[in-house]
């Protein structure tokens, strides 16, 4: 702590008729959230992953829920931001020319995870399970038709 008289001239707020807060240097903090909103459908929909297998491509922003902000203190910045984030997305396999949807739901992007530890679910429809399970058959050399009376187990 510094003796009267003798500190940083960015502390002495008591002291201005203002009260500036000079260059930022005290806590301050902005709302981030519609911002980060809008940068999220730019980025995420569109996004298209092809291979020989097929092409997949985020078609739709569903849901997007929670908060951001930007704070700065002493001049660095800080920033927070916890998400639940639900996309459509839509197929093709290329072979077979069938064609599926489903969603990908992100229920906790956070500053406090790591990229590894960012959990991220998968939901695909019931044509799609229905054909992987019609593949793995055949895959199989089981020659045996599967149709919607197949139900899958979860």
């Known amino acids: 702590m510094a003796k009267w008289g003798q ?10 008729e203002d009260g500036t807060n000079v260059n930022n ?6 709302d981030a959230t519609s911002w980060s909103k809008g940068k999220f459908q730019d ?6 992953v ?3 297998a097929g092409r997949g491509e985020i078609s739709e922003l569903k849901q997007v829920e929670g908060e951001a902000s930007c704070s700065s203190r002493k001049g660095k910045l800080i920033f927070f931001y916890e998400w639940y984030i639900k996309l459509g997305w839509k197929g093709i396999v290329k072979e077979s ?3 599926h949807k489903g969603l990908i739901e ?22 799609f399970v229905l054909f992987s ?7 199989l050399g089981i020659s045996s038709s599967v149709d ?5 187990v979860w």
């Open 7 to 16: 500190g940083d001239p960015r502390w002495i707020v008591e002291e201005r």
């Open 25 to 30: 240097w005290h806590w301050t903090e902005r």
């Open 43 to 48: 980025l995420l929909v569109g996004i298209v």
């Open 50 to 52: 092809e291979n020989d």
């Open 97 to 99: 020319g069938v064609k």
């Open 106 to 127: 992100i229920p906790n992007l956070s500053e406090e995870n790591e990229v590894d530890d960012t959990e991220v679910c998968d939901q695909v429809s019931i044509s």
């Open 133 to 139: 399970v019609k593949l793995l058959l055949q895959t």
């Open 148 to 152: 919607q009376t197949v139900v899958p």
